[in-house]
């Protein structure tokens, strides 16, 4: 997988967030997007899952050198979110099992499996809406790690985690990152993405015009 950014620019009304962003990421690395509150971390990170368009500039895609549609491209990406809403009338064992219906899980992991990666087995029968932030963000990890794809996206990953929980996450994404990207948004803590090789500061892009 290999993707392409070339001078990327998002505005909302007539403020510039960022502008000509260019950067290439390729398969087998991790990246971290690092910023400010507000500078625009979250924002360029949906443009690339495909979410949001970009007001200038284009993104390509390109997979065992064909390229490929953004609207296709959901099907190779995963992505994880602190704000992201869980199904939470499901128990851990249902949210599994019906994500397993639409989309399968790395090393061929079954439900079982995927719900002793999470360290939340013991509560397999208890609905979402009663389990802790904290509990609920490894919930999210979870699935955007395991869940096969050639590209992770990662927002505030450590969002909710405690200590424990943070060197859980850490192992989670030793053990997964290999023939993937992997993207990390953060507001640099530097234990969401110090495994990271390469960078974008998103503050360094210019934000004033029209």
């Known amino acids: ?15 510039w967030i960022f502008r000509d962003v260019d950067f290439e990421f ?4 991790a990246y ?5 509150n507000g500078s625009g971390k979250s924002t ?15 993104i390509t895609y390109n997979h065992d050198n064909k390229d490929i549609p953004i609207d296709d491209f959901f099907q190779h990406v995963t992505f994880s979110g602190p704000y992201l809403e869980l199904i939470e009338e499901f128990t851990l064992e249902e949210m599994l099992t019906f994500h397993s219906r639409f989309r399968t899980f790395r090393h061929h992991m079954d439900v079982d499996a995927v719900m002793e990666a999470t360290g939340l087995k013991r509560n397999r029968n208890k609905p979402i809406k009663y389990f802790s932030s904290g509990m609920k963000q490894r919930v999210r990890l979870a699935i ?4 096969e794809s050639e590209v992770v996206l990662l927002d505030e990953p450590a969002a909710n985690l405690d200590r424990k929980a943070i060197e859980w996450y850490r192992n989670l ?9 992997i993207i990390v948004c953060s507001n640099s803590q530097s234990d969401e993405h110090d495994f990271c090789t390469q960078s974008i500061v998103i503050d360094d892009y210019k934000r004033n015009g029209k």
Do not use: C, F
């Open 1 to 15: 997988m290999h993707i392409t950014l070339s001078k990327i620019s998002r505005k909302y009304n007539y403020e």
């Open 44 to 58: 360029l990170l949906q443009i690339i899952s495909g979410h949001l368009h970009p007001s200038g500039g284009t």
């Open 26 to 29: 390729e398969q087998g690395n």
């Open 144 to 147: 955007a790690l395991l869940t």
């Open 32 to 36: 971290a997007i690092l910023g400010s």
């Open 173 to 181: 994404v030793a053990t997964n990152k290999s023939d993937r990207i």
